[in-house]
């Protein structure tokens, strides 16, 4: 396992500043954000341009890609043209895990296992795995749950998200069944009460989860994905992520 950052912490930038922050704090790898509403890089601008994309998302500040995080707007067909233009990039870059969200909550199960199931097949041509990121007010929000879809889709993983199995409907619930689905991870601090809380001051144990991921051979990211806070030094909370997670792998 090694530790990386989400270019999510800095959301509000552009990418290239995004990655110069991370760089100075000294990351070396680097999760890219690749969101419709977003201010780095877009679905659109992906498939509108596939080369230039390649060309940007090469340009790290010495930052190395290892997972793209992808949340399109459009309907479909575009929907799917824009994931294998995502996933085409991928491929151009050497980054294995691409992160979608799941289906809202109250969605047919069906509909979302055919969904699940094309950008399976579409990410399969790429050599790409997709992760499901397990997420709150999702179908993934129920661990048993996001494991079901993952029995029902073969070849799909899960993008471990474990805030919100502390934070959500399902705080203190056990997640261990997930562990074996896991294909990429995404790190904050959390309470019971706030999704995100500086570190070290929620619950979240990262060595007994690191000591989970290890027992299913995982030897991906820890991908560090810290929102701004309030009053709070926004680096320092990221230096100091990057040091407690470093210390444990």
Same mark, same amino acid.
């Given at each position: ?66 997972? *793209? ?95 919100? *199995? ?39 144990? *990262? ?10 051979? *995982? ?31």
């Amino acid at each position: 396992m090694f530790v990386a950052a989400s270019t999510s912490c800095f959301w509000e930038l552009p990418l290239n500043a995004a990655l110069e922050r991370l760089a100075e704090l000294e990351y070396s790898a680097v999760e890219i954000q690749i969101f419709e509403s977003g201010n780095q890089l877009r679905p659109s601008q992906v498939l509108a341009d596939l080369d230039q994309s390649v060309q940007i998302c090469r340009q790290t500040q010495r930052l190395t890609p290892v997972a *793209y995080h992808v949340d399109i707007e459009a309907p479909e067909p575009d929907y799917y043209r824009q994931f294998a233009a995502c996933c085409k990039l991928a491929k151009a870059t050497k980054v294995v895990a691409v992160t979608v969200p799941a289906a809202e909550l109250g969605t047919p199960f069906n509909a979302e296992i055919e969904r699940l199931r094309q950008l399976v097949a579409i990410a399969s041509v790429e050599g790409v795995v997709v992760g499901l990121r397990t997420e709150t007010g999702k179908m993934t929000q129920d661990p048993d749950t996001a494991v079901v879809l993952c029995d029902n889709v073969k070849g799909l993983n899960l993008t471990l998200d474990p805030s919100h *199995y502390i934070f959500g409907p399902h705080q203190g619930a056990p997640f261990d069944r997930v562990m074996d689905y896991v294909c990429h991870v995404q790190l904050r601090d959390t309470s019971k009460e706030k999704l995100q809380v500086r570190v070290g001051q929620g619950e979240i144990e *990262y060595g007994r989860l690191i000591s989970q991921l290890g027992r299913v051979h *995982y030897d991906r990211a820890l991908s560090v994905d810290v929102a701004a806070l309030p009053d709070i030094d926004h680096n320092a909370e990221l230096r100091k992520m990057r040091l407690l997670l470093e210390s444990l792998t």
